[in-house]
Nanobody, 125 residues
Framework: QVQLVVSGGGLVQAGGSLRLSCAVSGRTLSSYTMAWFCQAPGKEREFVAAINWSRGRTYYSDPVKGRFTIYRDNAKNTVYLQMNSLKPEDTAVYYC??????????????????WGQGTQVTVSS
């Protein structure tokens, strides 16, 4: 069974940083895309960032461009989301997901078939 284990969420003050980790077991990622989504109360699950595993091609939603960075560690089979300059509006549950193949840009949650458990990110003002 494929498992995505997410860690790194927490409570930070506005302007602070967090790094989320998503460690994948049970799957090699050379032909996959991994992504981060967020979901705030009463909102749809929204795309944050993605990376095509093999070549490291990345995509970001407009609100996080310049603040968040998605990157991978091939040896650890792990994808990270470095979150800097956090804002209260970033508060949400963040999910890691994967899909087979590549994407050409930001994608919808329905394109991803395997999900981690989510981790709460709370940014206080």
């Amino acid at each position: 069974q494929v498992q995505l284990v997410v860690s790194g969420g927490g409570l930070v003050q506005a302007g602070g940083s967090l790094r989320l980790s998503c460690a994948v077991s049970g799957r090699t990622l050379s032909s996959y895309t991994m992504a981060w989504f967020c979901q705030a109360p009463g909102k749809e699950r929204e795309f944050v960032a993605a990376i095509n595993w093999s070549r490291g091609r990345t995509y970001y939603s407009d609100p996080v461009k310049g603040r968040f960075t998605i990157y991978r560690d091939n040896a650890k089979n792990t994808v990270y989301l470095q979150m800097n300059s956090l804002k209260p509006e970033d508060t949400a549950v963040y999910y890691c997901a994967t899909m087979f193949g590549v994407i050409a840009g930001p994608a919808g949650a329905s394109q991803f078939d395997t999900w981690g458990q989510g981790t709460q990110v709370t940014v206080s003002s």
